[in-house]
């Protein structure tokens, strides 16, 4: 979509009549600014995010919240930390819910007419996150400007631009809306409030990207963009994945890039890409087909991968947000540290915290990050500060699971579509062990192997789980169930939340999805 806007602009305001020429590379000089102005994240990161902050503190002073918290005092961090507390959902909720009908100047300066529907909390089904104008050009529409930019940079050999954008985008949510403001999904905002001349550069139609039913959706993405050049693609890769099945199911054809040749990047986010690589790599086997994440949220949009052979991502640090940290240990403490960018340590997990220019202050948003450089500032999403198993103190987060699965299925043959896991906190022989629910897209070969292999690979990378593990005292062996096809849809289903931009739990110490999950598979817990 953001291929789209850019190349409108460009269209629009030079009035260039292109003839049998690579519009990309045209439109790629546009480009070029900016790509010189990234390189401050290598050389000059701090003093990016000093900028920051004072803008936002500037800002703030015409709202509620910022009277309310002094910001016409504060001068610096120190003051920032002082007058501002750490927040999550719901200290910010009543506030929220007052901008939601109508109110003025309370989070952010002005009317915030957009709110992006996010999962929800302990006591809500679901989170309004406000969308300003100036988040929405600032923070989400910049980023997504900034992933052609680095893409482009590393790619110059890219015709992007000459074919159609393919963007798998999420839907309205129309349940929601109260007089004076607007629901959907992110992605729905993103594509409702761009310049409606774009539509002409991308696919598929408005109408059938903002369609509430993935199922009518996908089938309706397929038929409509069978016969257009599409060179991108774009969303999460579980949703992505079924409508590229989809695509060649209607059109016969085996590979992807049978139907579209000049296919060349899928653009991804949302979730780990690790458990569906091989299976884009066995639909897609185009020698020039590449892949590159961003990590762009209802709250912001805060990291690109900038090096194609670096999985990790840099941090976006000259937009609409101001970065603080929380060491993972300390996050439930009353008195957990926190610190500003440059306190960072490599190999460490941290919460992260934000302040945006969408009225979200120092903002618990509940993701985990570990950095693996400073100067440039890199990091690898780690998990979510919910999503873990810490229910015999093993500690094991997201990225363990990606790992450990990773393996196991390298030494079988095995591949996933979705999976979950949780506790068995004592079963009728008084014993205790996690519970892997897994629907795979290609069986192991030896299931009793995979549970092996995911086992002592999760021993290997995390000490605290192989403590536990230790002569079968504490934790025993886990256990593996195998889901039956489109299992985790059905669940989602069932739940309103097939499509757009909702994920499957993946670590809980809850049992509540699990069990729902194992009755829903016919499967005894």
Not at 150 to 161: G, I, K, T
């Amino acid at each position: 979509m953001l291929l789209s806007y850019f190349w409108l602009k460009f269209a629009v305001h030079k009035r260039i009549v292109f003839a049998e020429m690579s519009l990309t590379k045209i439109a790629g000089k546009f480009f070029l600014p900016r790509q010189k102005e990234l390189d401050r994240h290598y050389t000059e990161p701090e003093q990016l995010q000093r900028s920051v902050l004072s803008y936002l503190v500037s800002k703030g002073m015409d709202t509620e919240y910022g009277r309310a918290h002094a910001f016409e005092n504060i001068k610096d961090y120190t003051g920032f930390v002082k007058n501002v507390p750490i927040n999550t959902y719901e200290e910010l909720k009543g506030d929220i819910d007052r901008m939601r009908h109508g109110e003025q100047n309370v989070l952010w300066p002005g009317l915030v007419k957009w709110y992006a529907k996010s999962s929800g909390t302990t006591n809500d089904k679901s989170k309004f996150i406000p969308i300003s104008v100036a988040g929405l050009h600032n923070i989400h529409y910049k980023g997504g400007a900034d992933v052609v930019a680095l893409y482009l940079r590393n790619h110059p050999e890219s015709r992007l631009f000459d074919g159609k954008s393919l963007i798998l985008g999420g839907s309205h949510s129309p349940n929601y809306n109260v007089e004076g403001s607007l629901v959907g999904d992110l992605s729905a905002i993103l594509i409702e409030n761009i310049n409606p001349i774009a539509n002409l550069f991308r696919v598929p139609k408005k109408r059938t990207a903002l369609l509430c039913d993935f199922e009518l959706k996908r089938d309706r993405i397929a038929h409509e963009c069978l016969y257009k050049n599409v060179t991108n693609i774009s969303g999460v890769p579980s949703w992505m994945l079924s409508v590229l099945v989809r695509v060649l199911e209607v059109s016969g054809k085996k590979h992807v890039e049978d139907v579209w040749p000049n296919l060349e990047v899928f653009f991804h986010g949302g979730i780990a890409f690790t458990p569906y690589r091989k299976q884009y790599e066995e639909i897609i086997t185009s020698q020039k087909m590449h892949y590159m994440e961003a990590y762009n949220a209802s709250e912001g949009f805060f990291g690109i991968q900038d090096d194609p052979s670096d999985h990790a991502m840099l941090l976006m640090l000259d937009y609409g947000v101001y970065y603080e940290f929380i060491p993972l240990e300390e996050v439930d403490k009353p008195n957990a540290t926190v610190i500003p960018l440059e306190g960072v340590e490599t190999g460490k997990n941290y919460a992260m915290v934000i302040s945006t220019s969408c009225g979200l202050w120092r903002y618990m948003i509940g993701d985990t990050v570990m950095f693996t450089s400073k100067k440039p500032y890199k990091f690898v999403i780690t998990g979510r500060t919910k999503y873990f198993i810490n229910a015999f103190g093993e500690e094991l987060i997201q990225d363990n699971a990606e790992k450990g699965l990773a393996y196991a299925c390298e030494q079988t043959g095995a591949q996933i579509l979705e999976y979950t896991a949780a506790p068995v906190y004592m079963d009728e022989n008084a014993k205790c062990r996690h519970q892997w629910l897994i629907e795979f897209s290609k069986d192991p070969d030896d299931l009793k192997k995979f549970a092996d292999c995911l086992d002592s690979k999760l021993q290997e990378i995390n000490s605290d789980y192989e403590a536990k593990r230790f002569h079968d005292v504490t934790l025993q062996h886990l256990e593996v169930v195998k889901a039956h096809p489109h299992l985790f849809e059905e669940w989602l289903k069932a739940k309103g939340k097939l499509g757009g931009q909702h994920k499957v739990p993946r670590l809980s110490n809850s049992r509540k999805n699990m069990d729902e999950l194992l009755e829903l598979n016919g499967s005894e817990r």
